[in-house]
């Protein structure tokens, strides 16, 4: 009973993180940290990368396996219908006969059966493709981790972007369900001035045309919200079914939309431009490979095998001729019809190649960073003044609308008010919104995206 409780302990020691995550992210309302967090462990994108990453480790573990010993064994049998070749050496050498144990040449003669089962140890010295392995596999290893780390990068700048523009449109959802509800009490106002005869029907239908098309608005932009959830579901690798809920904080999002544009662009910084780098790397490693291609490979062998010989099958394996030895093999490429020159040459050129794009890569990462930039200075400019505009225009309408109330104003005044605070309020948020994205641009154009969010 003890070791069942002990069991069922551990089982959800180890699945009550897991629910609760998945809780935390299904069903209650999720931070843009959550969301990141989530996407970071379950993108797809990300763990292909990882896997990646492993699947070159293994590489590298094989390619260096080269250099320990080599342990391998080869075994034959062979029956002979007109006798053994090696009968005659056997029948010269008066050796015993395997059956019989006696010196008899006629014997030999009929020596039909054969086996050998040998065992070879060998032990690389010096070899150019070993060494090749060895030098590229620290390049590699930082190719592949650099390569999951720019789909991580990748993934939070996704993210982030796709959160932002989810809760843009709830936002604009919220403004046009606002803007009914003051539509419908302009609309109740209308029709009650229209029935007192104070007004003609001609407020009562401009209030219908306007309230029309407010619903209309609504219903695209409540679509609009599930086809952009559906995306950042996509992009976080959460199931299609899962209900998401999006956390809002207004002020949070105002204070982190600020960022020190006097930081100055480092291109180093940007992985794309640390990858070509350590793409150079690995380049001149293939580059030293065929230079020295020229060199022999030396390993060290030692050999013990066992022959058998008989007249019959049965008595095949009652006497064996050992024999062993130990020495040095090697191989020297004396002439390859230039092959190595030409891979030389081409491996130089690779490198060539990857220079220029380096400097194009520098290049890009300027111009992004410049554009980004513009973007970014543009867009708080554009969300400083509509911020502004928003106090302006809820003013207004307050005022026009008592006024209307108490006929000093047109309903067309109450219109273009209410039309102005609209407007406002949707092109405020769209400048927060845009300016947040232009920020997450902008951090990932200087290499300063944070991707640890835990």
């Avoid at 998945?22 to 209650?28: F, M």
């Avoid at 007109?82 to 019989?100: F, I, K, M, N």
């Avoid at 390859?336 to 491996?347: C, D, E, I, P, V």
Wanted: some cysteine.
């Amino acid at each position: 009973m003890k070791k069942t409780h002990y069991s069922l302990f551990i089982c959800l020691s180890l699945l009550l993180p897991h629910c609760v995550f998945s809780q935390d992210v299904k069903d209650s309302v999720v931070t843009l940290k959550q969301c990141v967090n989530f996407a970071l462990q379950n993108q797809p994108a990300v763990k292909q990368a990882a896997i990646d990453q492993e699947i070159n480790e293994k590489d590298i573990r094989i390619g260096l396996s080269a250099w320990l010993p080599q342990l391998n064994s080869s075994n034959l049998y062979q029956h002979y219908f007109q006798g053994s070749p090696l009968a005659a050496s056997v029948a010269t050498t008066g050796s015993s006969s395997p059956t019989t144990g006696s010196a008899s040449t006629s014997s030999s003669s009929n020596l039909k059966e054969y086996s050998a089962l040998g065992l070879q140890a060998s032990q690389v010295i010096y070899n150019n493709e070993v060494l090749q392995a060895a030098k590229a596999a620290k390049y590699s290893r930082q190719y592949y981790k650099q390569n999951t780390y720019s789909s991580q990068i990748n993934v939070v700048a996704d993210v982030s972007k796709a959160f932002f523009d989810v809760l843009l449109s709830e936002k604009q959802l919220d403004i046009l369900n606002a803007d009914i509800v003051r539509l419908q009490r302009s609309l109740k106002d209308a029709q009650n001035r229209y029935q007192a005869g104070v007004t003609d029907k001609t407020d009562y239908k401009q209030a219908t045309i306007l309230l029309n098309n407010s619903t209309a608005s609504r219903k695209q932009t409540a679509e609009a919200v599930k086809s952009k959830t559906a995306y950042l579901k996509q992009i976080m690798g959460i199931s299609a079914d899962h209900n998401l809920k999006l956390s809002y904080d207004s002020a949070r999002y105002e204070q982190e939309a600020a960022i020190d544009t006097n930081q100055r662009l480092d291109v180093n910084n940007r992985i794309e431009y640390r990858l070509l780098e350590t793409q150079k790397g690995l380049l001149n490693v293939n580059v030293s490979y065929y230079k020295w291609g020229f060199l022999p490979s030396v390993s060290a062998v030692g050999v013990y095998n066992l022959n058998y010989l008989s007249n019959k099958f049965s008595n095949l394996y009652n006497n064996a001729y050992p024999n062993s030895y130990a020495g040095l093999t090697l191989d020297i490429p004396i002439f390859t019809g230039t092959k190595r020159l030409q891979n030389l040459s081409k491996a130089r050129l690779q490198v060539e190649r990857n220079n220029y794009d380096i400097v194009n890569s520098a290049n890009s990462i300027n111009t992004e960073y410049v554009q980004s930039l513009a973007d970014y200075k543009s867009n708080y400019t554009n969300w400083q003044l509509l911020k502004e505009n928003v106090t302006l225009a809820n003013d207004v309408y307050k005022v026009v609308s008592l006024q209307y109330r108490e006929g000093i104003k047109t309903y067309l005044d109450v219109i273009v008010s209410q039309s102005d605070l609209r407007t406002a309020e949707l092109n405020y948020y769209n400048a927060l919104f845009q300016l947040l994205s232009s920020k997450i641009d902008l951090e990932k154009s200087l290499g300063i995206l944070n991707v640890q969010y835990n």
